[in-house]
C-alpha cells in the first residue's frame, strides 16, 4: 500500500476510535492523566537487496501518553513514542542512523483494585514513521498495532509512577523496500510486518 494510503488509513482508524469515545468523557478532576515516559526499545529488521539482515539496535525512547477517562474503568489514551537508533549489520560493516516515531490512539481497561498496585493493559492503533537519517530519502509511513501490560503506583493523589512493557507491529508489504532515492533501495522488508518492544517507566500526572 502506498506512504500517503497507509497514513490516510491509520489517521481514520485514529478518529474512529476518539469519536467513538469522545461522547461519555467526563470532566471531573483526576480523570486526565498525562504520563511522559522513558525507556529501551528493542527489535525489528530489514534486509538488504543481497539478503544480508540489518536489525534495528536496541537504543532508548522516550514520549508521552494522555489518557482521559470514558468510564469507571476505561480510558481513551494517545500515544507518542521517538526512538533513535541505527541499522547494524550481524557481523560489523557501514551502519545507518534511523529513527522510529509512533502515533497512536487505543483504549485502556484498569480494573479497580484495593490494593496500593493497579494494573491495565491497552491496545492501539495507528502510525509508525521510519525516518532514516540519510540525505536524499524518504521517511515512511505504515499502518502499526500495539498491545500493553502495565502498572500504576501511587505517590499522592495527583501523581504517581508508571511502569510498561509494550509490543508493536507494524504492517508492511512482503518485498517493499525503503530508504529509496533514484529508483534505487538500500533495505526490502523480510515477511509482512516488523516487531519491536519496548520497556519504560514515567511520571503519571493527574488533572
Known amino acids: 500500500m502506498p506512504c500517503a494510503g497507509v497514513g490516510r488509513l491509520a489517521r481514520r482508524a485514529a478518529l474512529l476510535v476518539a469519536l467513538t469515545a469522545l461522547p461519555g468523557v467526563r470532566a471531573e478532576a483526576g480523570d486526565i492523566e498525562l504520563q511522559p515516559f522513558v525507556g529501551l526499545q528493542f527489535g525489528g529488521s530489514f534486509a538488504s537487496p543481497a539478503g544480508v539482515p540489518f536489525s534495528f539496535d536496541e537504543s532508548a ?8 477517562a470514558v468510564a469507571p474503568t ?3 489514551e494517545l500515544l507518542y513514542s521517538r526512538q ?5 549489520p550481524p557481523a560489523g560493516g557501514p551502519t545507518f542512523p534511523q529513527t ?3 502515533y497512536m490512539v487505543g483504549i485502556q481497561e484498569e480494573p479497580e483494585t484495593d ?5 491495565f493493559g491497552v491496545a492501539l492503533l495507528g502510525a509508525t514513521r521510519l525516518v532514516p537519517g540519510l540525505t536524499g530519502t524518504d521517511s515512511e509511513l505504515r499502518f502499526a498495532a500495539g498491545l500493553s ?10 501523581i504517581g509512577l508508571r511502569l510498561e512493557a509494550r509490543g508493536f507491529y507494524t504492517v508492511v508489504d512482503s518485498g517493499g523496500a525503503v530508504y529509496c532515492t533514484n529508483g534505487a533501495c538500500l533495505f526490502r522488508f523480510n515477511g509482512s510486518g516488523i516487531w519491536q518492544g519496548d520497556i519504560t517507566a514515567g511520571v503519571v500526572l493527574r488533572f
Do not use: N
Open 74 to 76: 476505561w480510558r481513551l
Open 115 to 119: 490494593g496500593p498496585f493497579s494494573f
Open 100 to 102: 522510529v516515531e509512533r
Open 149 to 158: 501490560l502495565g502498572t500504576k503506583v501511587p505517590a499522592g493523589s495527583r
Open 84 to 88: 533513535k537508533t541505527k541499522l547494524e
Open 61 to 68: 525512547d522516550y514520549g508521552a501518553t494522555l489518557d482521559v
